[in-house]
Protein backbone atom coordinates (compact mmCIF):
# COMPACT_ATOMS: atom_id res chain seq x y z
CA UNK A 1 0.00 0.00 0.00
CA UNK A 2 2.97 2.41 0.62
CA UNK A 3 4.64 1.68 -2.55
CA UNK A 4 1.36 2.40 -4.78
CA UNK A 5 0.77 5.45 -2.36
CA UNK A 6 4.28 6.95 -3.59
CA UNK A 7 3.53 5.84 -7.14
CA UNK A 8 0.15 7.70 -6.84
CA UNK A 9 1.68 10.80 -6.03
CA UNK A 10 4.98 11.14 -7.96
CA UNK A 11 1.89 10.39 -10.75
CA UNK A 12 -0.22 12.73 -10.02
CA UNK A 13 2.07 15.61 -9.69
CA UNK A 14 5.10 14.51 -11.87
CA UNK A 15 7.87 15.54 -9.29
CA UNK A 16 10.24 13.11 -10.44
CA UNK A 17 10.48 13.40 -14.38
CA UNK A 18 10.69 9.40 -15.40
CA UNK A 19 8.23 8.45 -12.50
CA UNK A 20 4.56 9.05 -14.50
CA UNK A 21 3.79 6.88 -17.66
CA UNK A 22 1.79 8.48 -20.19
CA UNK A 23 -1.35 7.02 -19.44
CA UNK A 24 -1.58 8.89 -15.87
CA UNK A 25 -3.94 11.97 -15.90
CA UNK A 26 -2.72 14.85 -13.63
CA UNK A 27 -4.69 16.96 -11.41
CA UNK A 28 -4.75 19.70 -13.70
CA UNK A 29 -5.74 17.36 -16.41
CA UNK A 30 -8.61 16.28 -13.98
CA UNK A 31 -9.70 20.17 -13.25
CA UNK A 32 -9.40 21.28 -17.28
CA UNK A 33 -12.28 18.25 -18.04
CA UNK A 34 -14.48 18.92 -15.37
CA UNK A 35 -14.21 22.42 -16.08
CA UNK A 36 -14.93 21.92 -19.69
CA UNK A 37 -18.49 20.35 -19.03
CA UNK A 38 -19.34 21.87 -15.42
CA UNK A 39 -20.39 25.12 -14.16
CA UNK A 40 -17.94 26.36 -11.51
CA UNK A 41 -19.87 25.27 -8.74
CA UNK A 42 -19.66 21.66 -9.91
CA UNK A 43 -15.53 21.75 -10.89
CA UNK A 44 -14.73 20.52 -7.06
CA UNK A 45 -16.83 18.10 -6.80
CA UNK A 46 -16.06 16.39 -10.37
CA UNK A 47 -11.97 16.76 -9.67
CA UNK A 48 -12.28 15.33 -6.82
CA UNK A 49 -14.41 12.40 -8.46
CA UNK A 50 -11.65 11.79 -11.16
CA UNK A 51 -8.83 11.84 -8.86
CA UNK A 52 -10.37 8.78 -6.87
CA UNK A 53 -11.03 6.78 -10.28
CA UNK A 54 -7.64 7.78 -11.70
CA UNK A 55 -5.93 7.33 -8.20
CA UNK A 56 -8.02 5.74 -5.21
CA UNK A 57 -7.76 7.61 -1.94
CA UNK A 58 -4.05 7.57 -2.42
CA UNK A 59 -3.71 11.05 -3.40
CA UNK A 60 -5.59 12.31 -0.68
CA UNK A 61 -2.01 12.63 1.21
CA UNK A 62 -0.57 15.29 -1.27
CA UNK A 63 -1.02 18.34 0.22
CA UNK A 64 -1.01 20.50 -3.11
CA UNK A 65 -3.72 18.36 -4.28
CA UNK A 66 -6.12 19.44 -1.43
CA UNK A 67 -5.24 22.70 -1.12
CA UNK A 68 -5.70 22.80 -5.06
CA UNK A 69 -9.55 21.56 -4.24
CA UNK A 70 -9.79 24.01 -1.37
CA UNK A 71 -9.50 26.81 -3.55
CA UNK A 72 -11.75 25.77 -6.13
CA UNK A 73 -14.11 25.21 -3.09
CA UNK A 74 -13.14 29.02 -2.06
CA UNK A 75 -13.83 30.46 -5.79
CA UNK A 76 -16.95 28.18 -6.45
CA UNK A 77 -18.43 29.68 -2.82
CA UNK A 78 -17.35 33.52 -3.83
CA UNK A 79 -19.10 33.09 -7.45
CA UNK A 80 -22.43 31.49 -5.53
CA UNK A 81 -22.70 34.60 -3.19
CA UNK A 82 -21.78 37.31 -5.90
CA UNK A 83 -18.09 38.21 -5.13
CA UNK A 84 -17.29 37.42 -8.63
CA UNK A 85 -19.29 36.47 -11.94
CA UNK A 86 -18.81 32.55 -13.35
CA UNK A 87 -16.01 33.98 -15.97
CA UNK A 88 -13.60 35.41 -13.25
CA UNK A 89 -14.08 32.29 -11.19
CA UNK A 90 -13.02 30.22 -14.27
CA UNK A 91 -9.94 32.05 -14.45
CA UNK A 92 -9.07 32.30 -11.18
CA UNK A 93 -8.69 28.66 -10.83
CA UNK A 94 -7.36 28.19 -14.59
CA UNK A 95 -4.48 30.97 -13.50
CA UNK A 96 -4.24 28.77 -10.03
CA UNK A 97 -3.66 25.90 -11.72
CA UNK A 98 -1.36 27.04 -14.53
CA UNK A 99 0.97 28.81 -11.34
CA UNK A 100 0.81 25.54 -9.24
CA UNK A 101 2.17 23.49 -12.47
CA UNK A 102 5.10 25.66 -13.46
CA UNK A 103 6.20 25.34 -9.82
CA UNK A 104 6.18 21.58 -10.44
CA UNK A 105 7.73 21.48 -13.59
CA UNK A 106 10.45 23.88 -12.66
CA UNK A 107 11.34 21.23 -9.33
CA UNK A 108 11.00 18.74 -12.18
CA UNK A 109 13.13 19.94 -14.13
CA UNK A 110 15.19 20.98 -11.48
CA UNK A 111 15.63 17.29 -10.03
CA UNK A 112 16.26 16.14 -13.59
CA UNK A 113 19.31 17.85 -13.15
CA UNK A 114 20.41 16.66 -10.19
CA UNK A 115 20.16 13.57 -11.59
CA UNK A 116 21.91 13.89 -14.66
CA UNK A 117 24.60 15.68 -12.48
CA UNK A 118 24.61 12.41 -10.66
CA UNK A 119 24.68 10.16 -13.40
CA UNK A 120 27.77 11.63 -14.75
CA UNK A 121 29.73 11.72 -11.71
CA UNK A 122 29.01 7.87 -11.28
CA UNK A 123 30.22 7.33 -14.28
CA UNK A 124 33.28 9.27 -13.52
CA UNK A 125 33.61 7.23 -10.37
CA UNK A 126 33.22 3.99 -12.47
CA UNK A 127 35.94 5.27 -15.33
CA UNK A 128 38.26 5.71 -12.39
CA UNK A 129 37.33 2.75 -10.77
CA UNK A 130 38.22 0.55 -13.78
CA UNK A 131 41.56 2.34 -14.35
CA UNK A 132 42.87 1.70 -10.65
CA UNK A 133 41.81 -1.95 -11.31
CA UNK A 134 44.21 -1.45 -14.29
CA UNK A 135 47.20 -0.36 -12.41
CA UNK A 136 47.14 -3.92 -10.51
CA UNK A 137 47.87 -5.45 -13.89
CA UNK A 138 50.31 -2.48 -15.01
CA UNK A 139 52.58 -2.06 -11.81
CA UNK A 140 55.45 0.42 -12.02
CA UNK A 141 56.08 3.92 -10.80
CA UNK A 142 54.65 5.40 -14.29
CA UNK A 143 51.47 3.64 -13.88
CA UNK A 144 51.21 3.70 -10.21
CA UNK A 145 51.73 8.20 -10.76
CA UNK A 146 48.94 7.63 -13.46
CA UNK A 147 46.52 5.86 -11.50
CA UNK A 148 47.16 8.39 -8.19
CA UNK A 149 45.93 11.16 -10.81
CA UNK A 150 42.97 9.18 -12.47
CA UNK A 151 41.31 8.37 -8.58
CA UNK A 152 41.70 11.94 -7.64
CA UNK A 153 39.84 12.77 -11.03
CA UNK A 154 43.03 14.01 -12.85
CA UNK A 155 45.40 12.81 -15.56
CA UNK A 156 48.25 14.87 -16.80
CA UNK A 157 45.77 17.36 -18.07
CA UNK A 158 42.80 16.57 -16.10
CA UNK A 159 41.31 13.65 -18.57
CA UNK A 160 42.02 10.19 -19.79
CA UNK A 161 44.32 9.61 -23.05
CA UNK A 162 43.31 7.57 -25.51
CA UNK A 163 46.09 5.51 -27.80
CA UNK A 164 46.45 4.02 -30.77
CA UNK A 165 47.99 0.54 -31.67
CA UNK A 166 51.29 2.42 -32.28
CA UNK A 167 51.25 4.48 -28.98
CA UNK A 168 50.03 7.62 -30.48
CA UNK A 169 47.82 9.80 -28.74
CA UNK A 170 45.22 10.25 -30.68
CA UNK A 171 42.24 11.26 -28.62
CA UNK A 172 41.07 11.92 -25.23
CA UNK A 173 38.11 11.44 -22.88
CA UNK A 174 37.03 14.56 -20.23
CA UNK A 175 35.48 13.12 -17.61
CA UNK A 176 34.00 16.44 -16.55
CA UNK A 177 32.49 17.65 -19.60
CA UNK A 178 29.75 14.54 -20.06
CA UNK A 179 32.15 12.03 -21.04
CA UNK A 180 32.80 13.41 -24.24
CA UNK A 181 35.74 12.62 -26.53
CA UNK A 182 38.09 15.07 -27.73
CA UNK A 183 40.28 14.04 -30.70
CA UNK A 184 43.77 15.76 -29.65
CA UNK A 185 43.15 18.90 -31.89
CA UNK A 186 40.19 19.20 -29.53
CA UNK A 187 37.32 18.43 -31.72
CA UNK A 188 34.67 16.98 -29.98
CA UNK A 189 33.92 13.54 -32.09
CA UNK A 190 32.35 11.34 -29.68
CA UNK A 191 31.29 10.33 -26.09
CA UNK A 192 30.65 7.43 -23.98
CA UNK A 193 26.71 6.68 -23.09
CA UNK A 194 26.77 4.17 -20.58
CA UNK A 195 23.96 1.19 -20.87
CA UNK A 196 23.99 -0.61 -17.75
CA UNK A 197 25.62 -3.83 -18.61
CA UNK A 198 29.81 -2.61 -17.18
CA UNK A 199 30.45 -0.80 -20.25
CA UNK A 200 29.77 2.24 -22.20
CA UNK A 201 28.47 2.69 -25.88
CA UNK A 202 30.22 4.84 -27.96
CA UNK A 203 28.21 7.53 -30.00
CA UNK A 204 29.44 10.22 -32.53
CA UNK A 205 27.92 13.66 -32.40
CA UNK A 206 26.05 12.42 -35.59
CA UNK A 207 24.11 9.74 -33.82
CA UNK A 208 26.59 6.95 -35.26
CA UNK A 209 27.04 3.98 -33.08
CA UNK A 210 30.50 3.72 -33.10
CA UNK A 211 32.00 1.03 -31.29
CA UNK A 212 32.29 -0.26 -26.94
CA UNK A 213 34.44 1.22 -23.53
CA UNK A 214 35.15 -1.42 -21.90
CA UNK A 215 38.22 -2.19 -19.73
CA UNK A 216 40.34 0.57 -21.34
CA UNK A 217 40.19 -0.06 -24.65
CA UNK A 218 37.51 1.12 -27.25
CA UNK A 219 36.46 -2.08 -29.49
CA UNK A 220 35.72 -1.40 -32.76
CA UNK A 221 32.18 -3.69 -34.55
CA UNK A 222 34.68 -6.13 -35.50
CA UNK A 223 35.44 -6.85 -32.29
CA UNK A 224 38.93 -5.25 -32.41
CA UNK A 225 40.35 -2.79 -30.27
CA UNK A 226 40.71 0.76 -32.04
CA UNK A 227 42.11 3.06 -28.88
CA UNK A 228 43.17 2.57 -25.70
CA UNK A 229 44.40 3.84 -22.54
CA UNK A 230 47.90 4.03 -21.63
CA UNK A 231 47.38 0.90 -19.19
CA UNK A 232 46.56 -1.58 -21.87
CA UNK A 233 48.54 -0.59 -24.29
CA UNK A 234 51.29 -3.20 -25.73
CA UNK A 235 53.25 -1.06 -27.33
CA UNK A 236 55.43 2.05 -25.55
CA UNK A 237 53.11 5.19 -25.18
CA UNK A 238 54.52 8.42 -27.32
CA UNK A 239 55.09 11.54 -25.52
CA UNK A 240 51.61 13.47 -25.04
CA UNK A 241 51.89 16.69 -26.95
CA UNK A 242 50.01 20.24 -26.14
CA UNK A 243 46.53 19.02 -26.73
CA UNK A 244 44.46 21.97 -29.32
CA UNK A 245 41.53 23.76 -27.40
CA UNK A 246 38.50 22.43 -27.13
CA UNK A 247 36.29 23.20 -29.89
CA UNK A 248 32.52 23.80 -29.20
CA UNK A 249 30.37 21.17 -28.74
CA UNK A 250 27.67 20.34 -31.11
CA UNK A 251 24.32 19.16 -30.40
CA UNK A 252 23.83 14.90 -30.04
CA UNK A 253 21.95 13.59 -32.78
CA UNK A 254 19.51 10.83 -32.51
CA UNK A 255 21.68 7.13 -31.39
CA UNK A 256 21.67 4.74 -33.95
CA UNK A 257 20.50 1.67 -31.96
CA UNK A 258 23.71 -0.65 -30.80
CA UNK A 259 24.44 -3.86 -32.96
CA UNK A 260 25.29 -6.95 -31.26
CA UNK A 261 27.94 -6.80 -29.75
CA UNK A 262 30.95 -9.22 -30.64
CA UNK A 263 33.25 -11.70 -29.96
CA UNK A 264 36.40 -9.15 -28.50
CA UNK A 265 39.60 -10.07 -30.20
CA UNK A 266 42.64 -8.72 -27.88
CA UNK A 267 44.69 -6.98 -30.44
CA UNK A 268 44.27 -3.97 -32.52
CA UNK A 269 42.34 -4.14 -35.90
CA UNK A 270 42.64 -2.10 -39.01
CA UNK A 271 40.19 0.54 -38.50
CA UNK A 272 42.92 3.50 -36.85
CA UNK A 273 41.28 5.26 -34.09
CA UNK A 274 41.28 8.45 -35.30
CA UNK A 275 39.67 7.43 -38.17
CA UNK A 276 37.07 5.87 -35.81
CA UNK A 277 36.64 8.51 -33.75
CA UNK A 278 36.39 11.24 -36.72
CA UNK A 279 33.67 9.21 -38.08
CA UNK A 280 31.09 10.22 -35.32
CA UNK A 281 31.90 14.10 -36.38
CA UNK A 282 31.11 14.17 -39.96
CA UNK A 283 27.71 15.03 -40.88
CA UNK A 284 24.96 12.41 -40.81
CA UNK A 285 23.38 13.38 -44.46
Not at 231 to 249: S, T
Request: net charge negative; with cysteine.
Amino acid sequence: MRTYLLFAVLVLFGSVAAAAPESGLSIWQIESNCAAWHPVAKIESCTRNGLNMEYGNAWKATPAANQFLAFIGATAERVKTGQMNEADGRLAISTYAKGDNSQIQAERAAHQQERQAAQQQERQFDLQRELAAMAQDYPGSQGAAAMGRALSGESSQGDTSLFDGNGKPVAYIDAGDDMTIYLWAGEPAAYLDGNGSGQDNVYGFNGRHLGWFSHGVIWDHSGYAACAVRQRLMAAPQIEPIKGVQQVMPVKAVEQIAPVEPVLVNSFGNDPCESLLASGADSPY
